[in-house]
């Protein structure tokens, strides 16, 4: 059985307080994008993980598609036999675009579609938790408002579908721990809820993410990508979570041709 785990970008992102558990509250807007990566199982004598496409670091015992397998496994030991796991990676890593989380996910579905689990998306959502903060959403992979971890989610009415979006992936590390140390929890000056019936030219002057200062002095780069967006005619930027992907959403059919010292891998979704 195959499925096509798809990323994620953060329209506004703001660090609203620091938990006692170590986490922060976040208020933030997620939107599916389609660009995908590819995930297959089929029957196998033994688990066996074979990797594709891009590289992912570490061993295939961290990934999530693995924890996936290994987390519903021990609820229904009787049920999900050994497999052959196939991922192909395209969505690039560490880029604050989610596409580990999605993987994950996506698994879980994946596993109780083919094992007949008769799991809710309720369900699957409490399982996702126990993988990261932000697999919940991508079990309903539907335009959410977030809050909490990343976990508390509500739908919003978003529709980009007039709009094309062009994603930059700039071959830059963030460290995602940094990142949050250098941001003062505040309230959000915004409240999110209000983007479904805000026009999308109106984001650029209301819409913002906490990360985007620190991590723009830190990388310099990654502000000049964002201003080439906007001077080529992009209705609203921004960086996607910690970074570095920033995106751009322009009228339809429309894109920026960005220039870089730096490296970067970039996709087009009309």
Same mark, same amino acid.
């Given at each position: 059985?195959?499925?096509?785990?798809?990323?994620?970008?953060?329209?506004?992102?703001?660090?609203?307080?620091?938990?006692?558990?170590?986490?922060?509250?976040?208020?933030?807007?997620?939107?599916?994008?389609?660009?995908?990566?590819?995930?297959?199982?089929?029957?196998?004598?033994?688990?066996?993980?074979?990797?594709?496409?891009?590289?992912?670091?570490?061993?295939?015992?961290?990934?999530?598609?693995?924890?996936?397998?290994?987390?519903?496994?021990?609820?229904?030991?009787?049920?999900?036999?050994?497999?052959?796991?196939?991922?192909?990676?395209?969505?690039?890593?560490?880029?604050?675009?989610?596409?580990?989380?999605?993987?994950?996910?996506?698994?879980?579905?994946?596993?109780?579609?083919?094992?007949?689990?008769?799991?809710?998306?309720?369900? +699957?959502?409490?399982? !996702?938790?126990? /993988?990261?903060?932000? @697999? =919940?959403?991508?079990?309903?992979? #539907?335009? %959410?408002?977030? *809050?909490?971890?990343?976990?508390?989610?509500?739908?919003?009415? +978003?529709?980009?579908? !007039?709009?094309? /979006?062009?994603?930059? @992936? =700039?071959?830059?590390?963030?460290? #995602?721990? %940094?990142?949050? *140390?250098?941001?003062?929890?505040?309230?959000?000056?915004?409240? +999110?809820?209000?983007?479904?019936?805000?026009?999308?030219?109106?984001?650029?002057?209301?819409?913002?993410?906490?990360?985007?200062?620190?991590?723009?002095?830190?990388?310099?780069?990654?502000?000049?990508?964002?201003?080439?967006?906007?001077?080529?005619?992009?209705?609203?930027?921004?960086?996607?979570?910690?970074?570095?992907?920033?995106?751009?959403?322009?009228?339809?059919?429309?894109?920026?041709?960005?220039?870089?010292?730096?490296?970067?891998?970039?996709?087009?979704?009309?």
């Amino acid at each position: 059985m195959l499925c096509f785990p798809n990323c994620k970008i953060n329209i506004g992102l703001y660090i609203t307080h620091k938990r006692a558990d170590g986490y922060h509250d976040i208020e933030t807007v997620f939107l599916p994008v389609q660009l995908r990566d590819i995930l297959e199982i089929v029957p196998a004598e033994k688990d066996q993980m074979h990797m594709s496409g891009l590289t992912v670091a570490g061993s295939f015992s961290d990934n999530l598609v693995w924890k996936a397998l290994q987390l519903l496994r021990a609820s229904y030991p009787d049920k999900i036999p050994a497999i052959d796991i196939y991922l192909h990676k395209v969505i690039p890593m560490g880029a604050g675009l989610g596409g580990g989380s999605a993987d994950g996910a996506f698994m879980l579905q994946l596993l109780n579609n083919y094992f007949k689990l008769q799991l809710s998306n309720e369900q +699957l959502a409490q399982y !996702a938790l126990q /993988l990261g903060s932000d @697999c =919940p959403f991508f079990i309903y992979n #539907t335009p %959410q408002l977030a *809050s909490g971890r990343g976990e508390k989610l509500k739908p919003i009415a +978003l529709d980009l579908s !007039a709009y094309s /979006l062009q994603l930059i @992936c =700039p071959e830059v590390h963030v460290s #995602t721990a %940094q990142a949050f *140390s250098m941001i003062k929890p505040q309230a959000a000056p915004i409240d +999110l809820s209000s983007l479904s019936s805000t026009p999308v030219e109106q984001w650029k002057e209301k819409v913002s993410n906490d990360f985007e200062l620190p991590v723009f002095e830190k990388h310099p780069a990654l502000s000049e990508i964002k201003n080439q967006l906007y001077n080529q005619g992009a209705v609203y930027a921004s960086m996607s979570g910690s970074g570095s992907a920033l995106y751009g959403i322009f009228p339809k059919g429309s894109r920026a041709t960005v220039k870089s010292d730096v490296a970067f891998k970039e996709f087009f979704v009309a």
